[in-house]
């Protein structure tokens, strides 16, 4: 099975972006390999990580949806619920958000040897060692000082990540699943349940299909297209295709 989540807001979207850049990091940064290329990939998702998680209000939106997640909890419609995250780690992780003072990624900012790397990074070939000497120096270090390094330059992001992957852990638990078939390639729903942030849809890779949503609070429309990498946009598949659809929300979805 291949899972694709659609974000039905720009917060989730948003949320899902900074997801994907974090894990990208630490994925490529803690490789065991001394080869420089999986750190220079770590460096170029540090970057992306600080233009992507920039914005001002995210942070803010952030404290807000972890407050309202407490409230939640003392909610007494939810009681009997088993909540995904405790009132405790919820407090935890916001109390390390809110200890981050400076604006995010402020610190690389303010390091013109990163700031000249990432201006590079924009250019074709723009990092090779001609063009960039200190940092083909810095590529040839010992592998764990390249990933002290990163570590370091990463570390007051982490708040913000650690808090999004909460807030996401909670978005992927509260659902209500449905198995459907798209007819011909195509599903149709008039309505979703109240308060769903973002869906998810699960099919059988075999059928090589990808999924078009379009969704409103009147209707949902998933089309699944061909999965091709030879055109953007394959061609729309014409034979059944089930799936299962997964509606998500920060909120517990009720019966």
Not at 12 to 31: A, G
Not at 45 to 53: N, V
Not at 108 to 119: G, H, P, T, V
């Amino acid at each position: 099975m291949i899972r694709f989540e659609h974000p039905l807001s720009e917060r989730v979207r948003s949320f899902l972006r900074i997801e994907h850049l974090f894990n990208r990091f630490h994925s490529e940064s803690e490789r065991k390999d001394n080869s420089p290329w999986p750190h220079h990939l770590a460096l170029f998702s540090l970057f992306e990580i600080m233009e992507c998680a920039g914005r001002a209000e995210l942070k803010l939106d952030i404290l807000q949806e972890l407050e309202r997640q407490k409230q939640l909890l003392s909610d007494s419609r939810f009681q009997n619920e088993s909540p995904v995250i405790t009132k405790e780690r919820l407090q935890e992780v916001a109390e390390n958000l809110q200890g981050v003072q400076q604006k995010f990624g402020q610190h690389l900012r303010e390091n013109d040897w990163l700031m000249a790397i990432k201006q590079r990074m924009m250019v074709p070939g723009g990092t090779s060692p001609f063009d960039l000497s200190s940092y083909y120096f810095w590529q040839q270090l010992p592998c764990e000082h390249r990933l002290q390094d990163l570590q370091r330059w990463i570390a007051t992001l982490l708040p913000t990540r650690e808090a999004i992957r909460v807030l996401l852990d909670i978005l992927r638990a509260n659902t209500r699943a449905v198995d459907c078939v798209a007819q011909k390639g195509n599903y149709q729903r008039n309505s979703l349940a109240q308060n769903i942030h973002m869906l998810t849809i699960e099919v059988d890779i075999e059928h090589k299909a990808l999924p078009e949503v379009s969704a409103n609070k009147y209707i949902t429309h998933i089309r699944f297209l061909e999965a091709s990498q030879e055109y953007a946009r394959g061609k729309q598949l014409t034979h059944d295709v089930p799936f299962q659809l997964i509606m998500c929300s920060f909120d517990p979805i009720l019966e």
